[in-house]
């Protein structure tokens, strides 16, 4: 499908600069208009410069190319051919080239996507999309949410009729927990167990959000590849900074530096910034936008004293057990998710196979559970002027005393699910036949009686989803149409816009943000 694509676009705009290079030199470059040559695509200007070609960046390039020039910018390269990214089997997490391990300052390993489609390229592949409350909270028009929603899920978004031998037992396991009701096969947010749906097809192969590419206007787009952003260049006039001079950015495969502009014929003209939430507020600040003491130590000119840039930043903590199963598995991802009713925890699931020194073979299934809205907030800050540089992050987990009362509360519902029939299946038989769980590791307590010993095993069992938010929140950093404040022609459009994650899992609405935020833009344009 995705030659045939390449053919017919190729067809079509035979005099499209990018198209015989795409088709010709790299395989793995399955659009017209992607392409590595940093000189050539730094020769035009652009009315669109998008910095990040991730979860939100690629639907949003997709909707405005079909009006106007859009130019992306995306440090890593494409996903497409690397087994680790497109097979479930994939570890995306562990290959270096298209995910970035740093370790946050509360100690936690985390990981960055560093490949076009972002998180989404790297991720457990749920689909979920936000509550109707999120989204009323949010104050986001309701009808095109849907129909946002409702476009990327032609291409992204498939239903999951047949689970995993661990995951069917989950889904009924949960049930005899009483996470009620049952909700069947839903992309909806709907509290009670429900089927989710993947950005996995029926054969295991992950649609990244660059697919979504599919739907942009190739004569409009060009999509640069292994180039990092270091700044955005402005302009100043008689009224606020203007983002007019476009990007300056590095090309990984020369080394070099380049900028490149905005159409100056348009005063509409904007960089839109959506590297995620550490990239994106990770470049206001290289650019100058941020805390004024923060820049001066960095020896950054201050262009805008915004002292919330960096703030309010969150990571979902979660806790992961893992069963080592006494019947044979199958390697799965997470298809199913409990949504408990008070909304604070969801529970997922997922199994492996994993074969020790090519001859012991251990079958594992893995329960997991996220707090949903933690109230706790953390900081990020430069380590060092090099865009390729992670900054610092602290999330402060656990931090505020509610957050680790609800997750006693969902560790308890773990211990049922765990104790439940239909897990207790996979339980081993000791010779006074008598059942036990094996667990790798960690385990999880058959008394949940001691709330100050599940607190500690909260602490203890400490992880991620890599679910990151904030930083250049709503309301403090950016204003209601997401431009940033304090300056003109710059606008945030992804999850560091949140206060709080949408929905079990986060990238079906980013998604769904960037064609929602692309058709907004264009509403502006034509309006004024």
Sequence with gaps: MEKLFLLISCLLMFTHQFCSEAATSNPEYPYSFMTADAQKAASRSYDYIVVGGGTAGCPLAATLSQHYSVLVLERGDSPYGIPDVEDFRGSPTTNPNVAQGFVSEDGVQLVRARVLGGGSAINGGVYSRASTEYIRKIKWDEKLVYESYEWVERLNAFQQYKLSTWNSATKDGLLQAGVLPYNGHTFDHLVGTKISGSIFDENGKRHTAADLLQYANPENIVVLLNATASRIL???????????????????????????????????????????????????????????????????????????????????????????????????????????????????????????????????????????????????????????????????????????????????????????????????????????????????????????????????????????????????????????????????????????????????????????????????????
């Design 234 to 528: 402005f302009s100043f006039g008689s009224g606020k900074p203007k983002a007019s001079g476009g990007v300056e950015f590095r090309s990984n495969n020369d080394g070099l530096i380049y900028q490149i502009s905005l159409n100056q014929l348009s005063i509409n003209s904007e960089v839109i910034l959506s590297a995620g939430s550490i990239g994106s507020t990770q470049l206001l600040l290289l650019s100058g936008i941020g805390p004024k003491r923060q820049l001066k130590e960095m020896n950054i000119p201050a262009l805008l004293d915004s002292p919330f840039v960096g703030k309010q930043v969150q990571d979902n903590p979660s806790a992961a057990f893992t069963i080592v199963s006494s019947k044979p598995l199958e390697d799965s991802y997470s298809q199913l998710a409990g949504i408990l009713d008070n909304s604070q925890n969801y529970i997922e699931s997922g199994s492996l196979v994993q074969r020790n020194n090519g001859t012991n073979t251990q079958y594992l299934g893995v329960l997991d559970i996220k707090l949903a809205f933690p109230l706790s907030r953390g900081d990020l800050w430069l380590k060092s002027v090099d865009p390729r540089d992670n900054p610092y992050v602290r999330y402060n987990y656990y931090s505020h005393s509610l957050d680790l009362q609800r997750c006693v509360k969902g560790i308890k519902v773990m211990v049922n699910l765990s104790m439940s029939s239909s897990i207790q299946e996979f339980a081993f038989t000791d010779s006074g036949n008598s059942k036990t769980l094996q667990f790798l590791g960690r385990a999880l307590p058959k008394n949940q009686s001691n709330d100050d010993a599940l607190a500690k095993l909260c602490k203890e069992a400490l992880g991620t989803f890599n679910h990151y938010h904030g930083g250049c929140q709503a309301g403090l950093v950016v204003n209601e149409r997401y431009l940033v404040k304090g300056v003109d022609n710059l606008r945030v459009v992804d999850g560091s816009i949140y206060k709080d994650s949408p929905g079990t899992n986060p990238q079906a609405t980013t998604m769904m943000l960037g064609r929602y935020m692309g058709i907004h833009i264009l509403q502006e344009r034509t309006i004024s």
